[in-house]
């Protein structure tokens, strides 16, 4: 039986994070993990879908660029080739991997490429070994959900199987109506897929702002996308042709790959949680009180698997301060109000605080500015697309309480926002900021 200060179960975005920090606060760390380094984000979420976004965003600049001067040789077809993309991207992965790797090592993580699980409140069995473990970090993430229509679970895909399809298929059906579903469907029409996104439900997005809702409707039409919204899925099955998609109403539909995007659930299961007395939740979280500690003192938990906010700079904030409580120094604590976050749909979106139904609820008399706009780069390429930007805001110039925006770049230009809302900037204070011309960041603070 090996002593150790802390096992880590799961060497994903949380799991890497905490494990090099109490290493480095001079604790015996072992880490765990069954697949690649990295996790979700680095091998199968934000990295690789990052990547594909952008590949399919080149396709629209280079159109784009036209209306600037440019013009393709004579003859030469613009076209696009999955394979040479797909293989680069893996090739950076594999890159990321190795980082990760070196930088447990160098911080005196041991790490184990085994499942691990618990045989004890302080034991944990992974690969051959045993071990008698302080405290134990649970950081196993989450996986793909998938409803129990007819015919999903045989011939559905999830994201997982999006970043290595053998070839890009000619007609896709992207199922549901969160950030994954629609930045999917973006990233596949942008590569020239014909694609249609069904959803039961009336609207995407539905926890983002009203506006952001509305443009990005209206964007992805734009861009061809056929959305089917209150279009419940009754069942799908094989043809000769490819995949039938069949509704509750409405003409049945083919394509030849369908993408089931529809939520998540918590990693928990074979990880011998219950039988060592750790309690699960209902929805199959691992619930954790302020510190990250579970009902059994030495389990702590943290990112995707306790439930709450399942983004990898939100998994890495609660690994920081859960190992500061355990092993000493200073993390802030989360605060889960104020998550500023990124949607790579074409084009971004990004937000901060609260919406606008949210802040009428919570401030009666909050005030709100909008502004919607041709970015100056579409001046001249005849793309129609648009951009918006949004605050919400106490009445008569006060605290400001959400921002939104869709727009290139959103993400980049929301963390600024992010900081000064955290700092509980007034309306006052950005119509005071001098803005950046010409930008569509300037919108921000010149909104009256
Ligand atoms: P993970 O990173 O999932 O790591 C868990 C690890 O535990 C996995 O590597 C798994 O193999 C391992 N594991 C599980 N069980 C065991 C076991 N018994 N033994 C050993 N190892 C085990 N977030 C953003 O912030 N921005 C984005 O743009 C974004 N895009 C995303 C796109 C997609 C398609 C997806 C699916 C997710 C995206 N996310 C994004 C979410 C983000 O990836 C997760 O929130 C984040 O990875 C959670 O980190 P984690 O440490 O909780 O778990």
């Known amino acids: 039986m090996t002593e150790i200060d802390l096992f880590v179960i799961g060497g994903g975005s949380g799991g890497v994070r905490g494990a090099r920090m109490a290493a480095q606060r001079g604790a015996r760390v072992v880490l765990a993990e069954n697949s690649r380094l990295g996790g979700t984000c680095v091998n199968l979420g934000c990295v690789p879908k990052k990547l594909m976004s952008y590949a399919s965003s080149y396709g629209h600049d280079i159109e784009d660029a036209v209306g600037y001067g440019w013009t393709l040789p004579a003859g030469a077809a613009l076209e696009f080739d999955w394979a040479r993309m797909r293989d680069n991207k893996d090739a950076e992965i594999k890159r990321l991997n190795n980082i990760y790797a070196d930088n447990l090592t160098k911080a005196g993580v041991e790490i184990v490429k085994d499942r691990a699980r618990l045989t004890g409140p302080n034991r944990v069995i992974a690969g051959d070994k045993e071990y008698n473990a ?22 559905a895909f999830v994201s997982d199987d999006i970043f290595s399809l053998p070839k890009l298929p000619e007609r896709a059906i992207v199922s549901g109506a969160g950030y994954i579903a629609v930045e999917f469907a973006c990233i596949l029409a942008g590569m020239g897929v014909r694609t249609t996104l069904v959803h039961r439900g009336p609207t995407v997005l539905k926890n983002f702002d009203i506006s952001i809702q509305e443009l990005l409707i209206a964007e992805m039409r734009r861009q061809g996308i056929e959305l089917r919204l209150d279009s419940p899925l009754s069942k799908l099955s094989k043809t000769n042709t490819g995949l039938l998609a069949q509704f509750a109403q409405g003409e049945p539909l083919e394509a030849d790959i369908f993408l089931s995007a529809t939520g998540r659930s918590p990693n928990v299961e074979g990880l011998g949680l219950e039988e060592s007395g750790v309690v699960i939740g209902k929805r199959g979280e691992l619930p954790v009180d302020e510190n990250y500690q579970s009902n059994v003192p030495c389990v702590m938990a943290v990112g995707d698997v306790i439930g709450k906010v399942a983004l990898t700079p939100v998994a890495i904030a609660e690994a920081m301060y859960c190992v500061a409580q355990r092993f000493g120094g200073f993390a802030p604590p989360v605060d889960y109000d104020l998550i500023p976050t990124a949607v790579f749909t074409h084009p971004n979106i990004s937000t901060v605080g609260l919406t606008e139904a949210k802040a009428r609820e919570l401030y009666p008399d909050c005030e709100c500015c909008v502004s919607t706009f041709r970015p100056m780069r579409h001046s001249l390429t005849g793309r129609g697309e648009q951009s918006m930007v949004k605050l ?26 992010a900081v000064a809302v955290a700092k509980k900037a007034t309306k006052l204070d950005f119509d005071a900021t001098i803005g950046i011309h010409p930008t569509s960041a300037e919108e921000f603070v010149s909104m009256r």
């Open 134 to 155: 302080k405290n134990i970090l649970i950081a196993t993430g989450s996986k793909p959900q998938v409803p129990d229509t007819p015919g999903l679970a045989e011939h």
């Open 392 to 417: 919400i805001f106490e009445a008569g110039g006060g605290k400001v309480l959400g921002a939104h925006m869709v727009g290139p770049d959103a993400g980049e230009l929301m963390q600024g926002i």
